[in-house]
């Protein structure tokens, strides 16, 4: 289903910059951003509230368009691409947003099928691949529930499936585990590893929760005031206690 990656650049971000224009002022949410995400690795950003996590989520999702700099995608600037060649690109980056997203007027199953009928898939290739998708997230047996009727940790355990089905190559998570209980924290923290561990799928956390970075990430970074600062491998209890910007240890 997936292709595994061998530990090359898969997207490059270079002098990043976004900023926003309120009543109170500019807002400076990102501030020359330039990092790499390597092929196959879990890579986490973290950083308080506030610090411009979202907006580079948002940007590398190609959901926002920055100011200025460049994001590449396996060597091509995503920033100059549209139309057509823009959608398939968007297909290989799943996103799974804080607050699940779910519609609830489907079924478990009919919400992974979503993105597959966007694309024109007929309804039963797209019921196999959402099936394949659940089966893989261990929620097939509730296939056929509404989302009213799932404990948060399995509307996140959706939603994850819903990333997957379009088979991308990356994987963004905003807050993955900030509204759940910390057992099933736990358990979609060792989901999360184990897709990327079979499938060799590319992985970005976004969070403020350094206990999280620190479980999972094979690489962190951390973003305040829009500047982003490459720490270096995790575990590092100490850097992810205390960091600091413009710091950078080597993996």
Known sequence: MFQKGGGVPVISVRGLSKTFHTSQGPVHALDNVTFSVKSGEVLGIYGPSGAGKTTLLRCLALLETPDSGEILFKGTNVLEVSGEDLRRLRMKIGVVFQGYNLLFSRTALRN???????????????????????????????????????????KQRVAIARALVTQPEVLILDEPTSALD??????????????NQSTGITVLIVTHQTELVGAICNRHIYINNGVLSELGCSPDRTLLAAPTVGESVSC
Do not use: C, N, W
């Open 112 to 154: 992974v099928m979503l993105p597959l009928e966007i694309q024109g898939y007929h309804k039963q290739a797209a019921a196999e691949l959402a099936s394949t998708a659940l089966d893989m997230v261990g929620l097939s047996h509730r296939k056929g529930f509404m989302p009213t009727h799932l404990s948060g940790g399995e």
């Open 182 to 195: 910390k057992r099933t924290a736990e358990s979609i923290l060792e989901l999360i590893q184990g897709i």
